[in-house]
């Protein structure tokens, strides 16, 4: 099985980032507010769970343009150090290959989103490791 992982990070508290992917309803608003409508959550595979106090993952079985897919999501802390600071991860995975004409447009929308998300929080900001030492997200 392959996969196709993208990555954002955000500035804000572990609740916030949370809330947008803690249950399928949270989820599918969330593609449907970043323009992602073909995408379409189709059950819970396992659900939220904090792995440490700042960290945590889901799986859904979601389904694009008739393709069943999983979506992994993985929030982690930046660093221990930064308490306002957060990478989010989502992993989709298939059981055919994800390549091709179609793998280029699941990125493509995975990335849109994340960069949505990012927007939200961030506004223009792209949070680089040389700023992870800004007092903002401490």
């Known amino acids: 099985m392959n996969f196709i992982l993208c990555k954002t990070r955000v500035n804000t508290d572990f609740n916030k980032i949370k809330s947008s992917f803690d249950n399928e309803r949270s989820l599918q ?19 939220f769970e904090n792995n ?34 957060y990478d989010v991860f989502l992993k989709l995975k298939g059981e055919s ?13 995975l990335d849109s989103s994340l960069n949505t998300l990012r927007s939200h929080f961030n506004g223009t900001w792209i949070i680089g490791d040389d700023e992870l030492h800004y007092s903002i997200l401490k």
């Open 29 to 47: 608003h969330f593609f449907e507010t970043c323009s992602a409508g073909s995408v379409k959550i189709k059950g819970t595979i396992s659900p």
């Open 52 to 85: 440490a106090f700042f960290s945590g993952k889901a799986r859904y079985q979601i389904e694009i343009k008739d393709h069943p897919l999983e979506l992994e999501v993985h929030i982690m802390q930046t660093t221990e150090e930064t308490e306002y600071c």
């Open 97 to 109: 290959p994800l390549y091709n004409d179609k793998a280029i447009e699941f990125r493509q929308l």
